[in-house]
């Protein structure tokens, strides 16, 4: 009996520790940059699905789930490989959420995540390019891809009855990639593009590329940029010298931040952020609120990011990046129990028991080819200083 007992005694002290394990996850945003306004509720919302799971006491017979995170910059590739480097090396974490804009992302994966079998879930990194580069099946995002933004803008500009529009887009691989995409796609619809133009971010004076911008023309100015640097810098300049009085804003220009800045010389402007009006989408937003935070543009898909990774763990049975990379398509897709915002611990629970869950979360995930989500958007139109929901698509 005595034995017995110390068998059990010590296989109990074997077993427990690798079983309540502290689970590290990065979450590598651009905390400064051009997107700063928007990243401090992305992270928040995806701490507060790791808190979520952390309370449940659910994951992995009782882990707890802590956040590193790191700074990407959003622009500067070698800042965030340098950052993603630092999570992955010396804190030690299982997997990122992020990064968020395309061109870092792109690098953190091909540097540090691939050298070292990190999962990465961006929960807004949404250039084209990333649907078929080679990333041994560690990089998901909750995002849908600039080819599809592209078709929704160009339905849009359809439906107002648009016919000539301006291109000006923030000089990376977002940007590139997103006025490729609405260029064909408009064009494909018998549109015209006068000037489809780069901008870079940081400058303090836009004057020459607004200059370029109102001698090509058009019905409105389409900004692929970003709402915090250069995307801001153009309409202001736009709006000064009266070259344009119409904006159409894709996602990196939608957050709150950019109709404070501008005033309501920006009503009317329109544009594009993927979102739903789906049930899970209420419930996150109730959820952020009551736990002091503002939602804003990809705050959901930041929740839903971390949630895949932590679930993806419990199906897999291991927090091991190489071996749990395997289960996302598994808990984000059907078939399984459809779960919503602040139900990961009964999904927890599900996976742990040998069910099947189909994670649906805040924004409806479905994961397509290349991991990444199918994709619904949210119609936004500026009015009254606020960006307002016109429809979702």
């Given amino acids: 009996m005595k034995k017995t007992l110390l068998a059990l005694a010590t296989t109990t002290m074997l077993v427990s520790p690798a079983m309540a394990e502290d689970v590290k996850l990065g979450v590598i945003l651009g905390f400064t940059g051009p997107i700063e306004s928007l990243t401090p509720a992305m992270a928040e919302s ?3 699905a790791m808190s979520e799971v952390s309370e449940s006491g659910a ?7 802590t956040p590193v995170r790191g700074d990407s910059t959003c622009v500067d590739s070698a800042a965030a490989t340098a950052a993603a480097e ?30 070292n079998g990190v999962v990465m879930i961006s929960p807004s990194a949404t250039s084209p390019a990333l649907s078929d580069m080679e990333d041994d099946d560690l990089f998901f995002r909750t995002a849908p891809s600039d080819a599809r933004q592209g078709a929704v803008l160009a339905d849009i500009l359809e439906d107002k009855g648009v016919k000539e529009i301006a291109i000006t887009f923030t000089n990376n691989d977002y940007g590139k990639g997103l006025a490729e995409s609405i260029e064909a ?12 133009a780069a ?24 900004v692929a940029g970003y709402l915090d640097q250069g995307g801001k810098g153009i309409i202001q300049g736009a709006l000064d010298t009266g070259a344009f009085d119409t904006f159409v804003l894709p996602d990196g220009m939608i957050g709150d931040a950019l109709p404070k ?52 763990m419990q199906a897999a049975k291991s927090t091991d990046s190489k071996v749990f990379r395997d289960h996302v398509f598994d808990v984000a897709n059907a078939p399984g129990e459809e779960i919503l915002p602040g139900e990961l611990g009964k999904a927890l629970k599900i996976l742990a028991d040998g069910g099947e869950v189909d994670y649906v979360g805040a924004t409806a995930v479905e994961l397509v080819r290349g991991g990444e989500s199918a994709g619904n958007y949210r119609e936004i139109l500026v009015k009254d200083g606020e960006n307002t929901t016109a429809k979702f698509r």
């Fill in 185 to 196: 796609n408009f064009t494909g619809r018998g549109g015209k593009v006068t000037i489809s």
């Fill in 199 to 222: 901008h870079e971010d940081g400058k303090g004076d836009y004057t020459a590329e607004v200059g370029a911008l109102a001698q090509a023309g058009g019905d409105v100015l389409v």
């Fill in 46 to 48: 995806a701490e507060l």
């Fill in 261 to 312: 800045a501008i005033g309501s010389d920006l009503d009317g402007s329109y544009g594009t952020v993927p979102g739903t009006d789906s049930e899970g989408a209420d419930i996150f937003d109730k959820m952020a609120r009551d736990a002091g935070i503002s939602p804003d543009a990809f705050s959901a898909e930041s929740y839903d990011a971390a949630a895949l990774i932590l679930l993806a």
């Fill in 86 to 115: 630092r999570l992955v090396t010396s804190e030690k974490v299982h997997a990122i959420v992020g990064a968020d804009c395309s061109g870092v992302t792109t690098a953190i994966l091909q540097n540090v995540a691939m050298a």
């Fill in 59 to 65: 994951l992995m017979g009782g882990a707890t789930v």
